[in-house]
């Protein structure tokens, strides 16, 4: 059984009651985790609790919480400069970070990229320059996708009605569409990949969106926020072969699935397709805020003064970003692999004794855990996915939600063995405790 933790501690409780006065209230907190410094998968609070972090601060820190050599490289340009503004003068760092992306490239054709500071920053950048390359205005999204929350993004976002409610009119142009979910199956037949294409090409091009007026498709290769969900085999070759047939650019958002976490570099590759732009921020520089849009040279081909920005492809972001795609290469790609394999032997064991767990599925080490109050139902259980996630942390071991039901696992890439064990151990017996409570 699991040490309860006396959280929040008194500094923690400080730090929550002084957030409140201050903070914006839009923040979504699940849990008072005041973190006070963090190695690898293990972070520390404020009052010394000590938590081992299946997040990675929302899929991001891929290399562990402030790693070694990445520390030393910020460190060391610190000394150098700190800033320059890659839009108006030359840095190498950034053109080397540049040589670097090109090298890891998810397509045969030789990329060229845009840095920004964020995954929205990312897709506004992906959006504009599909308008700017095709000369056509519209796009097509997915329901449960999740893009960013800036006005450009967030026409493309459509996981929680709450990110959107208040904020109309955003970008026009968007048609949104069912994303393949072999869980919830939307439509008729076997292959829900299959029935989203036709839908697209029999519905959605012949009654609302001319396909010539589309300048590109944004997709999620697995679907992040909106619930860990990972489409058919047949959805994205299919998508390719739909844009090629129109003229239609691909972009992938690699903001969350991108970096090595599902034990390839970019999650697109998985399918065998090739995207025309790409979309990068979250594990990219282990923490450091940086946005990558990367595409086609034949693509991004905008003039000078065409797009730009102040802090884009920071200094400190570009090295820590170099660092981390080394050891991301070197070995934390092949250990999310081989995590993300073993994590799903307990997990499905798990599944076989907890009534509330109606689906586990992921790539490497973005692992959704789908819970419901009935599996011939499906219904999903919300309150007791949140109350798993709260006694969880009471507990020592700090997961986020996706979805409307699904608990999300994305450690860092450098997670061990034994660290697996000891956070699902932890679930295992709180959905216990939350089942018995919930009356399952
Ligand atoms: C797939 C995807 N795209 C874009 C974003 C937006 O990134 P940011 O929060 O850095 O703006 C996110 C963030 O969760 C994401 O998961």
Redesign the pocket.
């Known amino acids: 059984m699991a040490k309860l933790l006396a959280v929040p501690g008194p500094k923690a409780q400080h730090y929550v009651e002084k957030d409140s006065r201050y903070i914006s209230p839009s923040y979504t907190r699940s849990y008072p985790f005041v973190m006070e410094r963090g190695k690898g998968s293990e972070v520390w609070d404020v009052d010394g609790n000590r938590f081992l972090d299946f997040n990675a601060g929302?899929a991001v820190v891929a290399t562990g919480h402030s790693h070694p050599e990445v520390v030393k490289a910020i460190q060391e340009q610190a000394e150098k400069f700190i800033h320059m503004a890659g839009t108006d003068f030359y840095y190498p760092q950034e053109i080397d970070l540049a040589g670097k992306l090109n090298e890891v490239r998810p397509m045969e054709e030789e990329v060229k990229v845009f840095f920004s500071n964020?995954?929205?920053?990312s897709?506004e950048t992906a959006v504009k320059l599909a308008r700017y390359a095709t000369g056509r205005p519209r796009f097509i999204a997915f329901l449960g996708g999740?893009?960013?929350?800036t006005m450009g993004?967030l026409a493309f976002t459509a996981s929680k009605a709450v990110q959107r409610e208040k904020f109309f009119p955003m970008m026009p142009g968007v048609v949104h569409v069912p994303f393949p979910n072999p869980y919830r199956p939307l439509f008729r037949g076997e292959d829900q990949g299959i029935a989203v294409l036709d839908y697209i090409e029999n519905v959605i091009f012949k009654s609302v969106a001319p396909p010539s007026e589309v300048a590109g498709i944004l997709v999620?290769p697995i679907q992040?926020?909106g619930g860990y969900v990972v489409p058919p085999e047949s959805f994205l070759p299919g998508l390719r072969e739909m844009c090629d047939r129109y003229g239609i650019l691909l972009i992938a958002?690699e903001?969350?699935s991108g970096m090595g976490r599902t034990g390839k570099m970019y999650a697109i590759e998985h399918s065998g397709v090739e995207p025309d732009i790409y979309?990068m921020?979250?594990g990219i520089a282990s923490g450091m805020p940086l946005?990558a849009t990367v595409a086609r040279k034949s693509v991004m081909t905008w003039k000078p003064g065409a797009h730009g920005n102040t802090f884009g492809g920071n200094p400190l972001s570009c090295v820590a970003a170099m660092k981390t795609i080394e050891l991301v290469q070197q070995k934390y790609m092949a250990n999310a692999a081989r995590m993300g394999e073993y994590m799903m032997g307990p997990l499905r064991e798990m599944q076989g004794k907890h009534p509330s767990i109606g689906d586990v599925r992921g790539k490497g080490l973005m692992v959704g855990i789908e819970l419901v109050m009935d599996r011939e139902t499906k219904e999903p259980a919300s309150d007791l996915r949140n109350k798993v996630i709260h006694e969880s942390f009471r507990r020592g071991v700090l997961f986020l939600g996706c979805g409307t039901s699904t608990i999300r696992l994305s450690p860092a890439l450098s997670i061990t063995k034994d660290e697996i064990d000891e956070g699902l151990e932890v679930l295992d017996e709180v959905l216990t405790v939350a089942e018995k409570e919930f009356g399952l």
């Open positions: 929302i964020s995954g929205t920053e897709v999740f893009h960013g929350r993004s999620e992040g926020e958002d903001v969350q979309t921020a979250k946005g």
